[in-house]
């Protein structure tokens, strides 16, 4: 025991001490408790979760299944929790263990850096001072609400970045040696993959990278050519390290991903965004280490008002900023090296400041300016919370450094007596002060992030008993789950204490699920809606079975939100009262029901297709017209003249449009007035300037008409500002451009072919112009005669011009609503007999009189909902109207059925197996002309091809048989195949022709082959999968090859 205690030296306390700190999160947990809700994202099923990352496609996530190359970086994060979960460790002790790990871990690098840099054994104070600092502070604490993994990541990796830059640029240590550290480094600390957080050890890398080659003019050139191999080496590394993300992301994203980010948010919501997270981050605030947004709008946050207002939390807050000036002051003194590297950590403050407080004055205007004009951008929308980190990172260091220049000035001011305890006696205090500095890290009570919610819950076992029997499920079914996600904030709560826009399931496992939450597409949120309006309104419902499901689970301790209106009202009640499912069991709060009817399985043949066009918010009415899904399947849209594929309809169901309706299309303009890009001015054009060279790398006309949409919306602002400043340049200038615009906008609707496509751009557009002439109206009415008035009048007949082409194009006219009756529009494809429907269940007449195109017709009551007039003439073009009555006190929805002799489709036998959730093998037997639908997200990277090899072996375990037989499910497999080596060859890769009952991919299969009873046998595929396992492969490699070298390069004794 003594022998090893002599080998104990300081460094070890050091380390020891910081570990027993590192021991604080202990203290969070009640008896039962798990951090779990809100964007936590810590998973209840640890190895699934991480399983799953090993997958471009999850069932996991979204109703229907989604793309996840965003989360496959998050692998070394839930890799972790996985191992701890795989050595047997319960839940909350994996969870413990985790937030210990990453409470420690940048305590841990700054003391790397702290002791590198001051390696003295009498610098203790400074060593612990600075990682005490850097593991327990402010930005920490606001992340722990929610225990930001990617966060910790990249805050643990900024020392070690730091460190390996000094090394490299002050010690002239090896480059390729401190290359391949740091690559290996920032692989496994990466962030997650998020860029915008990479952000911050970019900023570092290059300040400390930089700061050298002012240290001497002599070898300027020599420094210069040594920081770009060794930042050159490290970035090739990186990539090659990093390949098996970047490379599917850019492949799946590459062609679209401006689109993306302007169709998500567009260049004002950003600034929207950015200017509410920056409200409170004033340089000032900053410069205190404060400005969280948070503390300032949650009248509720836990702890914001103490340091807001509580006297002694702000003295000991002037403390730590006293003792950075210290340091700052110290660093000035030290000696050459010293000196630059406190420079660096001041010039890293001066940059760093700017840029999170991001829109606020006095720079916001310029980061509002780069968020508009420099292209990504808009991933830095969130200012603060993405450059803060090198703030606190900044202030661990003076602060440390400070600590010590207190030391050494007190140690000039006492008799040699003391100085021996002097620095013990500092480093107490100061360990003190920053312990009620950081007092909710010993209360916990940051997870209390507002009045009645709490990131800290108690798991109900029940939760867990009801994962168990849904992992039994050996196929492709999915489970639906009621109630659902509030309608108006789509918000998941449960009476348990959770709450979170994400859904529960998600962290429970791999399993499909079917409920309406975030994650969902509008078009997967208007079928869910439509099932519950189903249950709601008829007690049955005609369109679960187009979403594959076989059980539900009713949660009696789900929180449903009570209003006025809300549509799922009543929904339990009524869901348990039809006849589609059959009570099952029930598990603690959770009732388990069995789906009754015929189940539409993951892969399946549909004999013909039904096209329906009606309103999203009537899709639960014309699924209960009579006859109308007799189908297996049906193709969704709201555009009538979308009904182009008559070969394969049997039948087509299209909406009467209402003719005496204001347009019910509404979308969010984010309306943001410029702060430097003002009309008339010399910013201005060079905005003009770059906003066309964006627009010039942009292919889609759909993109270049967001554009412009967006930028008039900003520039019918500053015409208010530059109209009421009399400012007769700034108005001709900004109603020239807003002309331009108009013509840009005319010209690339004329691009746009798909006329579905089309049909919604018009009424996009038409809705920005009827805002763009309510603004500008207001501008031409307040200006005084003269050239100003002139050109708001001529802007104001230009966009009413234009609005009046896009209502003769979209048959939109301003017409008033008829006291008398109801009027109605019926676009079809082509003129010939129809079958007209009218629903209403308010009428008690056994007929409802109807006007069409001038003709008197009855439609006669079929049941207590419908009303039916059969074998009607129409045109292209039909008026319809309806007297009003008494008993017609609501709007009748009136539907046109064709029945068309289009030839039906032999459905083959289909035998399938999933080997894993991007991979499917199609057997099919017994036809070569029909469709075959996949029942997933409709998605552009599935695709499917015909292979020859003898693939039996894999159709093996226990089967499941759907439609009577003619589908046969083998059990899920969970296998890794890289299918281009396994299946070389084949046929030619085939992309879905259309979207299948709103949600869904079908194909048209011709296989021109006359042998009816010869198998068929196909390979159905997420593309981006392989792209993954090629890129996995060349990670895998660049690793072996990187880790080689590094071990190769620290044997080397001269190295």
């Not at 957080?197 to 570092?204: P, R």
């Not at 689970?553 to 799922?568: A, G, H, K, T, W």
């Not at 059925?897 to 489709?905: K, L, M, V």
Request: net charge positive; aromatic share 16%.
């Amino acid at each position: 025991m003594k022998k090893f205690l002599n080998k104990f030296t300081i460094y070890h306390f050091e380390i020891v001490f910081l570990l027993i700190i590192g021991l604080i999160p202990f203290l969070w947990y009640k008896d039962g408790y798990i951090g779990l809700g809100h964007d936590m994202g810590f998973p209840l099923a640890p190895i699934d979760h991480f399983l799953d990352r090993f997958y471009t496609w999850t069932d996991r996530t979204g109703p229907f299944g989604s793309n996840q190359i965003q989360v496959l970086p998050g692998l070394f994060i839930h890799g972790i929790e996985a191992l701890l979960s795989f050595l047997n460790l319960s839940l909350i002790s994996v969870q413990k263990t985790t937030f210990i790990f990453w409470f420690v871990l940048p305590g841990i690098t700054m003391y790397i850096l702290l002791r590198y840099l001051y390696p003295e054994r009498e610098n203790y104070p400074l060593r612990l001072s600075g990682s005490l600092f850097y593991m327990m502070n402010h930005y920490l604490l606001q992340a722990w609400t929610i225990a930001e993994r990617t966060k910790f990541s990249v805050f643990a990796t900024l020392p070690i970045v730091t460190l390996i830059v000094i090394k490299v640029m002050y010690k002239k240590n090896s480059i390729l040696k401190n290359s391949l550290l740091l690559t290996l480094i920032l692989f496994i600390l990466n962030g997650g993959g998020g860029i915008p957080l990479l952000g911050g050890s970019a900023i570092v890398f290059a300040i400390f990278g930089l700061t050298p080659l002012f240290s001497s003019n002599q070898y300027l050139w020599r420094n210069l050519k040594r920081l770009f191999i060794f930042s050159s080496t490290t970035l090739v590394f990186w990539i090659l390290l990093n390949t098996y993300w970047i490379y599917p992301s850019v492949k799946s994203y590459g062609e679209t991903w401006g689109q993306r980010i302007e169709n998500e948010w567009g260049a004002a919501g950003a600034v929207a965004w950015s200017q509410s997270v920056s409200t409170y981050s004033s340089w000032i605030n900053l410069f205190k280490l404060q400005g969280i947004h948070e503390w300032y709008n949650n009248p509720t946050h836990p702890y914001a008002n103490e340091f807001l207002f509580n006297p002694l939390l702000i003295f000991l807050n002037l403390v730590f900023s006293a003792l950075a000036l210290i340091g700052l002051q110290s660093a000035i003194k030290a000696n050459r090296e010293k000196f630059f590297i406190g420079a660096s950590f001041l010039l890293m403050l001066l940059v760093a400041i700017p840029l999170s407080a991001g829109s606020h004055a006095p720079l916001g205007i310029v980061y509002d300016f780069a968020l508009i004009n420099i292209p990504g951008f808009v991933m830095f929308r969130s200012a603060f919370f993405k450059f803060g980190m090198i703030i606190w990172f900044a202030y661990a260091y003076l602060i440390s450094v400070g600590v010590k220049g207190m030391i050494d000035w007190f140690k000039s001011k006492f008799t040699v007596k003391y100085k021996r305890f002097l620095p013990l006696s500092l480093l107490a205090g100061y360990v003190i002060f920053l312990f009620i500095y950081n007092y909710p890290f010993f209360t916990g009570n940051f997870f209390n992030y507002s009045k009645g919610k709490s990131t800290m819950v108690k798991v109900p076992d029940y939760i867990f008993e009801a994962k168990k029997e849904l992992d039994r499920n050996e196929f492709s079914t999915r489970t639906l789950y009621l109630p659902n996600a509030d309608i108006r904030t789509e918000y998941i709560e449960y009476d348990w204490g959770y709450f979170s826009l994400v859904d529960l399931h998600q962290a429970m496992g791999r399993k499909s699920s079917v409920i309406n939450e975030v994650l969902a597409r509008p078009n997967e949120i208007d079928l869910i809606t439509g099932i519950f309006s189903e249950y709601i309104k008829f007690g049955i419902s005609n369109l679960i079975k187009f979403t594959g499901v076989d059980k539900a689970v009713v949660q009696n301790d789900f929180i449903s939100p009570d209003y006025e209106s809300n549509p799922l009202s009543g929904l339990k009640e009524s869901f348990k009262n039809s006849k589609d499912f059959t009570f099952n069991k029930s598990i603690g709060k959770w009732d388990f029901y069995d789906y009754n009817k015929d189940i539409l399985p993951r892969i399946y043949s549909p004999s013909a297709i039904t096209f329906i066009s009606s309103d999203p918010k009537n899709l639960h009415i014309v699924a209960n017209l009579p006859g109308a899904f007799e189908n297996k399947a049906f193709l969704w849209s709201d555009y009538p003249g979308y009904n182009n594929k008559d070969e394969i309809f049997d039948k087509s169901i299209i909406q009467a449009r209402c003719a005496d309706c204001p347009p019910s299309e509404n979308y969010q303009i984010f309306f943001s007035a410029s702060k430097v890009l003002i009309p008339g001015t010399y910013f201005y054009e060079i905005g003009k300037y770059i906003t066309k060279a964006k627009k010039h790398f942009v292919s889609s006309p759909n993109a270049r008409i967001d554009m412009d949409l967006s930028t008039s919306a900003t520039l019918i602002l500053d015409l208010g500002s530059v109209q009421a400043k009399r400012h007769q340049k700034g108005v001709r200038v900004a109603t020239n451009n807003l002309v331009e615009n108009l013509e840009e906008i005319r010209l690339n609707l004329d691009q746009i072919s798909d006329p579905k496509s089309k049909q919604e751009l018009f009424k996009k557009v038409r809705f920005y112009l009827s805002y763009f002439i309510s603004y500008e109206s207001q501008w031409a009415a307040s200006a005084q005669p003269g050239p100003i008035k002139s050109d708001l009048t001529n802007l104001e007949t230009e966009l009413k011009k234009t609005l009046d082409k896009i209502d003769v194009q979209t048959g939109q006219t301003a017409v008033k609503e008829d006291d008398k009756s109801y009027e109605y529009n019926l676009e079809t494809t082509q003129s010939g007999n129809y079958n007209l429907y009218v629903y209403n269940n308010s009428s008690l007449r056994d007929q409802i009189a109807l006007t069409i195109n001038r003709h008197t017709f009855n439609a006669h009551r079929l049941n207590a909902n419908w009303y039916k007039t059969v074998n009607i003439f129409l045109t292209s073009s039909t008026s319809i109207k309806i007297p009003k009555t008494q008993d017609l006190k609501e709007r009748p929805v009136l539907f046109l059925e064709q029945n068309i002799p289009a030839p039906r489709f032999v459905t083959p036998n289909i035998e399938f197996v999933a080997l894993n959730q991007t991979k499917f093998l199609v057997r099919t037997h017994g036809s070569e002309h029909f469709i075959l639908g996949f029942n997933s997200r409709f998605d552009e990277n599935w695709s499917l091809r015909e292979i020859k090899q003898d693939v039996s072996n894999y159709f093996k375990g226990n089967t499941r048989s759907f439609q009577d037989g003619k589908v046969i499910e083998h059990e899920r497999q969970d296998t890794h195949v890289l299918t281009d080596l396994i299946f070389p060859g084949g046929g030619k890769r085939l992309y879905p022709t259309f979207k299948l009952n709103g949600i869904s991919s079908g194909w048209i299969l011709n296989l021109q082959d006359l042998n009816q009873a010869r198998e068929h046998v196909f390979l159905l595929e997420y593309g981006n999968q392989n792209d993954f396992y090629i890129a996995l492969g060349v990670t895998i490699t660049a690793l072996c090859f990187i880790l080689s070298l590094f071990v190769l390069k620290c044997r080397n004794r001269n190295d």
